[in-house]
Each structure stands twice: as C-alpha cells, then as structure tokens.
C-alpha cells in the first residue's frame, strides 16, 4: 500500500520525465512552460491514490494521470485568455507572454494531447473512462461558462453558485477519482460513491478557496487577500452575506460590487467588515465542515478495508488542511 | 452498396435530426448556429462511404460521422476568431456575433462534444479510431501554427508549404477515410493504401481551393475572386510564381505582397497578371492532376471489387469538379 507521500513523488516523477516539447516550438513551447509551471498536481494524485484504494495497478493509471493533469491545464491556460488574467502561479500567463492566438491554439493542443495520454495505455475499462473523462470536460466548460454568465447576472442564488462551482471545480476532482477506480476495476456501487465523495470534497475544496482569498494569510496561501472582492467575484462569502444582510448591509455590498476602484484596499476593508458583522467566516467554515464529513462518510461506506483508504484520506485531509 | 447521393442524404438526415441545443444556452447557441451554417459534410460523407466501400454497416459509424463534421466546425470555428474572419459561409462569425470568450469555450465544448460522438458507439477497432482521431486533431493544430508562422516568415518553400496543407486539411479527409475502414474492419494494408490515397486527394482538395480563390467564377463558387492576393496568403500559386519568376518579377511580387492597400483591385490584377505570365494556372492545375491520379491509383491499389470503389471514387470526383 503505497504512502501519500510516495503517490505525490509518482507524480513528480511522471511529469519530470515528461516531455512536452517538439515541432513546431511556437506551439509547444507554451505548452511546456504551462506544465513546467507545477502547482499542487492535485488531480493526478487523487486519480493514482483511488486507483491504489481498490488495490489497482498504478503503473496502467499513469498516463491517465498525466491526460487529467494536461487538461487542467489546458482549462486555466483558456480561463486565463477568457478573465485577463496577467499572472498564474506567480508567472506571466501564456496570452500576456506570448499572444492570443497562440494561448486559444496551444489550449486546444493540450486538450487533444490528454487524450494522446488517455489512449497511451489501453484498458478494459476505456470506454467507461474515456466517457467520465469527456462527459467531466463537457461538464467543466459548461460551469466555467455559468460563472462568465454570473458576472453581468444580478441575481444568483446560492444554489446556483454551489451548481457552478459543482460543475468548475468539483466533477473533475470527482471525475479523477472515478478515473483511478476504474482503472482498477472497482465495483460500480463502490465507484459511485467513490464519485459522490469527491463532488462534496470539490465543493469544500472550492468554499476554503473562496474563503482563503478573503481571509488568507498571503504568506501561508501565496494569493493577494482579497482579490475576489477587488474583481466583484460572486463567491459564496458574497452570496452568503447578500442573504444574511439586512437591507442597509444588502444595498452597502451591491454598491461596493459595482465598483472597481483604482486603490480598492478601503473597499476590501468595509466589504470584510460586513462579513464579519455577519458571521460569514465561521458560516463557510460549517459549510465546508458538513461537506468533508459529507465526504468523510461517503469513503467510510466504500466496501475496501479501511487500511486502504488511508492514503486516499490522508491526501484530501491535506487538502483540506485537517489534521489527520 | 449505396450511391453517393444515398450517403450524402444519410449525412444530411444525420445533422438534422441532431439537436445542439442545451444549458446554459449562451454556450450552445453558438454551437448549434455554427453546425446550421452548413457546408458541403465532406469528412462525414467520405467516413461514411469509406465505411461502404468495404462492406462496413454505416450505422455503426454515424456518430463518428457526426463527431467529425463537429470536430471540423470547432477548428472553423477557432481558426475565424484567429485569423480575425468576419463571415463564414456568407454569416457573421462567432465571436463577431457574440464575442471572443464565447468563440473561445463554444469552440472548446465542441472539441469535447466530438469526443462525445465518437464514444456514443462503441466498437471492436475503438483504440484505432480513437488514436487516429486524436493524432489527427494533434496534426492540425500543428498545420494551424505553421500556417500561422508563415504570415511573418519570409523564405517558405514550397515544401513547408506541402507539409502546411498536409496538416492543415489532408489529414482530416484522410483521417475520415481512415475511421470508416477500420469501421468496417478493414485490413491494415488497405487502410494504408487508404489513407495515403486521402492525403494525395487532400492535397489536391487545398490547391483547387488556392486556384479557385484566384481564377474562381465568384457566381459558382460564392467565394470572392483574390482574396488571398488581398490577405498576403502565400499560397501554392505565389509560391509557385515567386519560383518560377525573374528578379523583376520576384521584386513585384514581394513588394505587393507587403502592402494592404484600402483599394485592392489593382493590386490583385498585377499579380494575376504575373501568374499568367508564368502560366501558372497550367502548372497548378498539373499538380492537381498529378496528386488526383495518384490518389485514384492508390484506390484501384485496394482488395475489394472495383464496383464497391464507385461510389468513394464519385464523391472524390465531384469534389475535385472531375466528371466520372
């Protein structure tokens, strides 16, 4: 049974020895430079870690691993063309380095090279895994088109964000899992459940994310406090506060995200003062606690010994920054 | 054995019965506008009576049909929002009729969406297909680039250009005949031979179009006469020319093909009058010859009985103008 920490340095190892680039470089180079840019590989992890739950082979998941990971990537290079974004992982993004249209086709390369990996290794399993991957993609691009539509619409609800960041976020962590349980041969029940955990985990994962940009310590989470706010995110902190506030707090919040001032720390300042007044801090962090115990339970009820889930469990604790 | 026009009715029926249509509408309108637009289904209708040709069922391989048209539409579809195209098919282009966020993830989806359509039916040969399809959808993105590099790339020779519209295009009508013969279980011999006979009448698909978009009758082509010479394209024709040309000429060329002027009329009768000059046209039109009998040689090269190659050799033939 293979450690947390020795499924991480598989990851590691996987994307050393990968090579991205080849002809033509205007093409690939980016492509390389997105993927040397690291990060958690956080999707890849959980996809070999599920795998290695049901006692699967984690070798024939690897290139899997590899394809889940490429289209991530792939999905915040487009993101960031889409919301301007200047800098990803402290780094200037592929449209500001290079230009648009290379960004717009090296996207598109990446999403047919994870497939290039999918296939890489094939799989009594393949159409159920290649259908999970391309119905999660499908699934991904229609959550990150709710949040662009989110942007100019005045009246979301809460439900609608938690459907949104279900769609962004939280099937591709699912659908990694239900990836890596596939490949090793997991029954379907156990394989459900595996996947409805990792919905809940995904949606706590993306609330701590809201909730870190608001009250993170920049030097703990690398991320400017704040920036949700500064940019009129509708996250779930926002959301959440609209439905608690009474109507001075309520028209105070819309004023102030309707505005993008040239210094927007005073705006940050009152917006936070408002959270705080209403408790919203401690509201997302029971939210995020129902959530992972949600999850919690449903790994608890997955029919392997619970040895096996330790490191699976050990991974999202980390995560989710808990103690084990 | 079906007729070309039975084939070509079967893909007709294929898309109208097909609906694009879902939530959130802001990312599928613009997916369903782009397939209505139309065109002449050219990879579905040559998948399918490749299929035919060697006994295959086609219904077996009508989703991929369907995947590959829709495949094709989002390169279209992404190469518009690059190259800055305002009409396709005579209509406003996606991202001028809504905006470039939209182009960009409807473009996307579709890339998925094609995904989708290949996996609706699963199949004995399914790694072939898979693989032939994602290494295709790889080499087109590496035509685009290459396509891309040669606006700012001064010595292109005729060569880069051939491997160009390899990439660009051949592949892609060689990579539909490809999935309808291993559709219907072709041997690995004639599939090659297949797949060779589509990149030659690929090829010469490309350089008709560089013709016609010279020498084309705008009234039967809907196409409007030099728009290349217009846009500085170096297409088959100029690069022929500039080869062919003495340095007077070469220095016209190149000159002219550095300015945009408001009025273009003069400058696209001075290089046709080059063209002609060099006989250009003629020898263009040699090419084409030479890459269409090469790819009827390499048809007649295949084992099955010349009666089931009439219908793939007609649909060849009308796309290439030739009478039967």
Redesign the interface.
Known sequence: MKTAKEIQDTVKELFEKESFIQ??K??YDPIDYTLALGGKRLRPTLLLASCEMFGGDICLAASAAVGIEVFHNFTLL?DD??DKSPLRRGKETVYRRWN??IA??S???M???A??YF?RQ?HPN??AI??TF??T??GV??G???D??FESQSDVSIADYMKMIELKTAILLAGAMKIGALYAEASEKDIDTLYRAGISIGLAFQLQDDLLDAYGDVAVFGKQTGTDIKDNKKTYLYLKALQDADSTQQQTLRQLFATTPENPEEKIKTVIGIYNQLNIKQKVEQEIDRLFDEGQKLINAISVGEERKTTLKQIINQLLGRKI
Do not use: S
């Open positions: 002809q033509p205007e093409l487009h063309l889409m648009e249209n717009i086709l996207g598109d390369t999403f047919a090279l497939y290039r296939l094939w393949m159409e290649l259908k391309t119905e993609a499908i691009c229609d990150q088109q709710y662009m539509n």
